[in-house]
């Protein structure tokens, strides 16, 4: 079963939309991490954000902001006013503390182009 | 600090052949990982080393991979021999810290994009 399901495959938006990128996880672990990459068209992932389980604040960077909710085991990204350059591939991920491997779980990503 | 570099970044090679990857974590990064997406898939994970030692290679698909860190600075990854399910892109990724350790983030490479036609 998929650990981290990213439902939306693609998105298109105009410049200076909002978008939100959604992310829903699965674990029984009562504590794991949760993550978002970026990867934009020179391929490496760029690293986000990181999220305790027991930190259920949101959080805001500039244009970005993330909303944790364990209640419905989300943790969807928005874009606020989104510009050209956001346009890449989104993973969310997911690291649980059980695992000795200490591995992701990615979901499949979700592709995002900003239309100017 | 540099990044975590791959080489090469891009590898088309027949089925039947070898073809070595490598990865060349950030300095002092005990941990590194390989992951691999397929395409439209997921990115998922083959194996993690701390330092020289296979800590959890659980994801490795088969025995036609075999992953090295000796000495426990550069990663390869061989495939042989390579099969048309094998394409994929290859990340490596280090970090200092095991990931549940706090604050610890994982710096991923650009990846390797293997074609086996």
């Known amino acids: 079963a998929q650990k981290v399901t990213q439902a939306q495959t693609e998105i298109s938006v105009v410049e200076k939309e909002d978008v939100t990128l959604d992310c829903v996880y699965e674990t029984r672990d009562t504590t794991y991490y949760l993550f978002w990459y970026k990867q934009p068209p020179s391929g490496e992932l760029v690293f986000l954000i990181r999220?305790?389980?027991?930190?259920?604040q949101n959080e805001i960077s500039g244009r970005y902001s993330w909303n944790f909710q364990k209640s419905t085991s989300s943790f969807n990204f928005t874009i606020t006013a989104s510009q050209v350059v956001d346009s890449a591939v989104y993973f969310c991920?997911?690291?649980?503390?059980?695992?000795?491997?200490?591995?992701?779980?990615f979901g499949t990503g979700t592709s995002l182009t900003v239309i100017p | 600090e540099a990044g975590v570099t791959q080489f090469p970044s891009h590898s088309v090679i027949e089925k039947g052949q070898t073809v070595t990857l490598r990865c060349d974590p950030i300095?002092?990064?005990?941990?590194l990982y390989w992951y691999r997406r397929v395409m439209g898939k997921e990115i998922k994970f083959l194996l993690h080393?701390?330092?020289?030692?296979?800590?959890?290679e659980s994801g490795m698909p088969n025995n036609r991979f075999l992953a090295e860190r000796t000495g426990g600075t550069y990663s390869t990854l061989k495939v042989q021999p390579a099969e048309l399910e094998d394409s994929g892109v290859y990340f490596c990724?280090?970090?200092?810290?095991?990931?549940?350790?706090?604050?610890?983030?994982?710096?991923f490479g650009q990846g390797t994009r293997l074609t086996v036609v």
């Open positions: 991920a997911l690291s649980e503390s059980w695992n000795t491997g200490n591995q992701f779980y």
């Open positions: 080393f701390v330092k020289e030692s296979k800590q959890d």
């Open positions: 300095s002092g990064h005990d941990n």
């Open positions: 999220r305790n389980s027991f930190d259920e």
């Open positions: 990724a280090s970090s200092r810290e095991l990931l549940g350790a706090a604050n610890t983030e994982a710096f």
